[in-house]
């Protein structure tokens, strides 16, 4: 790696899961991880390990499986914290411990009740602790925007010579702004004794909407390490989105010489989209990149430019980033092998038996829908991906409504393995099916929201429905994709269910969910 690489760190599993609704199970975190390491990503942050029993085991997961990119756990600078940090890293081909401490005055009066001097022995013990289990440390001086830069500038130094060898300047509250965070990593590179043997690293929230123009800033001023999501998610409203950084830099080379990432951009669009079909959070329709819209040309005189020359009214190709045409792609007399094709330029890795198994949901698909677009692949595969340690499964689902009575559902689950079946009445057939659900799964949590979409246009488009089920302050999304409306909304709210549960099991009340 050239000394003008710049290093992409993904914090999608762990700063980009902590946003509401974004929490992801172990199997979802391993399928992610793996389209991380296509993408080219240097370092994945696969959790904080100390958090939950879930996030322990997702880092133990990704460290064992995905050997390509350094695996990262997050800790606070607490003994046992490092400690548990070390250990779910244990099988990791490259591990990094990432420690942090927050150095604002506010952060240290009313969250830490420590002073400085308390937080500068802190670090120095942390990074050492940090360096007896791994070689690679990176330390993050949290609030560090908001903190006296010449504190930074002692803790820093602290971290460096305690062994650290990446020093992140975290924008936590997305406050700072390109001039000033600029010049802030400029002074630090001056200032910090030893700093040119320090990769400097910034990690930054869009509160202000800034998080990739200050990335990118800090970037001219040599930083060389970006911390960035899939989709820009993260805390409030997320941090610096990968896409975008990475495409600024490609895209304008004559404003960033010499610079570049190893960052394999044909993934970008799958990453993207195997997040949201994931998580059930989608992207906004106009996001850079990788919304929907990021390429459409609606106005005319646009359209007339594109068709004449691309460049007039196009900066960068849908192609550069993955984005596969959507026209019609496959239909009934499509293949396996173009089953397949399409199903790796949509980034979603099915194999074996799930392959078999989504296929044969293709073909009957196909025969029921002449045209089969690139969403009724992504539904079928959303809805089909089941955690092997499901608590329950949905069976046989029989509903009466119309305007003649009340209506009523007939529910069959598995749970646990053994078969339940309940009939309910509820004020419409979905809150009929749903009490029923609730009913035989004992479940006490609550549906926030509902909502359902025709995957795309004609009467006969597959229905998707999402539901957002929360339970003791655990918000989860969960999706069900089905040419029925009901059936797919009795889908979609067993698997949200499944995934409080799969949080449930691994609670582990040792530290807060999140910083
Ligand atoms: O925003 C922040 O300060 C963080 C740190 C843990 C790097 O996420
Ligand atoms: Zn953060």
Redesign the pocket.
């Known amino acids: 790696m050239s000394e003008d690489s710049i290093r992409i760190f993904d914090t999608t599993l762990r700063?980009g899961e902590q946003s509401p609704g974004c929490s992801m199970n172990h199997q979802e975190k391993l399928t992610l991880a793996r389209q991380l390491e296509r993408l080219g990503v240097d370092i994945i942050e696969a959790g904080f390990p100390i958090a939950s029993e879930g996030d322990f085991e997702s880092v133990v997961a990704v460290a064992a499986e995905v050997r390509g990119p350094v695996i990262c756990g997050?800790a606070r600078t607490g003994v046992e914290d490092i400690a548990r940090a070390g250990q779910a890293l244990e099988k990791a081909a490259k591990p990094r411990i990432h420690t942090?401490i927050a150095t604002s005055d506010i952060h240290l009066e009313y969250k830490l009740r420590m002073t400085r001097e308390q937080v500068l022995e802190e670090v120095d013990r942390a990074v050492r602790q940090a360096r007896g289990l791994v070689d690679d440390v990176e330390f993050?001086a949290?609030?560090a925007t908001r903190s006296d830069r010449d504190y930074l500038v002692q803790v820093f130094s602290a971290a460096l010579e305690a062994g650290a060898s990446t020093l992140?300047v975290?924008d936590?509250v997305g406050y700072t702004t390109p001039d000033e965070y600029a010049a802030l990593i400029s002074y630090l590179r001056e200032q910090i004794p030893g700093s040119d043997k320090a990769i400097f690293s910034v990690?930054c929230?869009n509160d202000l909407g800034l998080a990739v123009a200050n990335s990118l800033a800090a970037v001219g001023a040599g930083a060389r390490q970006v911390e960035c999501t899939v989709n820009g998610i993260g805390?409030r409203a997320g941090n610096t989105s990968l896409e975008e950084v990475v495409m600024s830099i490609r895209t304008r080379k004559d404003r960033f010489p010499g610079v570049d990432t190893e960052i394999n951009a044909r993934e970008i669009y799958p990453a993207s989209r195997l997040l949201s079909s994931i998580t059930g959070v989608s992207v906004q329709p106009n996001k850079a990149i990788v919304g929907d819209n990021a390429f459409a040309h609606e106005a005319g005189i646009h359209q007339d430019g594109v068709l004449k020359a691309a460049i007039t009214y196009e900066i960068m190709t849908p192609e550069s980033i993955g984005r596969a045409s959507n026209e019609l792609v496959l239909g009934k007399h499509s293949g396996r092998h173009a089953f397949r094709e399409r199903l790796d330029e949509l980034g979603l890795s099915v194999e074996g038996d799930e392959f078999e198994k989504a296929f044969v949901r293709f073909k009957n698909l196909a025969d029921a829908k002449k045209t089969i677009f690139n969403e009724d692949i992504e539904a079928i595969v959303a809805d089909m991906v089941e955690a092997d340690d499901d608590r329950f499964e949905l069976g046989e689902l029989s509903i009466t409504c119309g305007t003649f009575g009340t209506p009523s559902a007939t529910v069959e689950i598995k749970v646990d393995g053994v078969n339940r079946k309940v009939t309910s009445l509820g004020v419409g057939p979905v809150d009929a099916i749903f009490k029923g659900i609730s009913e035989l799964t004992e479940t006490k949590s609550v549906l926030e929201k509902y909502q359902v979409h025709a995957v795309t246009a004609g009467l006969d488009a597959l229905g998707e429905v999402s539901v957002t089920v929360s339970e003791e302050g655990r918000r989860v999304i969960g999706r069900g994709a089905h040419e029925d409306v009901l059936v797919a909304s009795g889908k979609a709210y067993v698997h949200a269910l499944n995934k409080l549960e799969w949080h449930k099991q691994r609670r582990q009340v040792t530290a807060p969910k999140g910083?």
């Open positions: 700063d997050l942090f993050s949290e609030d992140n975290p936590t990690h929230h805390e910083i």
